[in-house]
């Protein structure tokens, strides 16, 4: 089916997911020709290269709101690739990658997948919850605790 139009980057976002991708992908001999286009069609796919590929290779790239462990919603790109997951902070006004995380596919337990939940003490849940919840959301669970300790933490 078609992505929402919230799932599609605009022009800033496909800079940032790709220079994400730039500084986040572990990268070795040729690698697969992406084009700014493709990172706006879902449907799109890398060109494999001719000759053997070391290293990682983006997959897709997404603008995401991630909530973390205080309940805050925070922009950040989300970086698929056959190796890893990346979840990517990015600063716009300085179009630079802040830091990033990364998960290997390994290390993923399960992926839950559905109708979102908005949190309940969101601001952006506050202005958005009706868009919100008619939208589709995901769910890592991993091995370790992905980020820092948060209050609700025994």
Known sequence: GNLHH???????????????????????GSAEVIQPQDLQNP???????????GGER????????????????????L????????????????NAVVSWHSTPLSAIQRIEYGSFRAGGSSL??????????DQQGFRLYTLEKDGKRSAADP
């Open 6 to 28: 919230l799932w599609k980057p605009n022009p800033a976002q496909v800079v940032a997911i790709e220079r994400a991708a730039e500084k986040c992908l572990r990268r070795g």
């Open 79 to 94: 970086l698929l690739t056959n190796e890893a997951v990346h979840r990517v902070k990015y600063s716009f006004p300085s």
């Open 43 to 53: 449907d799109a796919t890398p060109e494999p290269a001719t000759e053997a590929v």
């Open 58 to 77: 983006l997959i897709k790239g997404y603008m995401v709101s991630s909530v973390n462990e205080w309940g805050a919603d925070q922009t950040r790109i």
């Open 124 to 133: 952006t849940t506050y202005l958005w919850r009706k868009e919100i919840e």
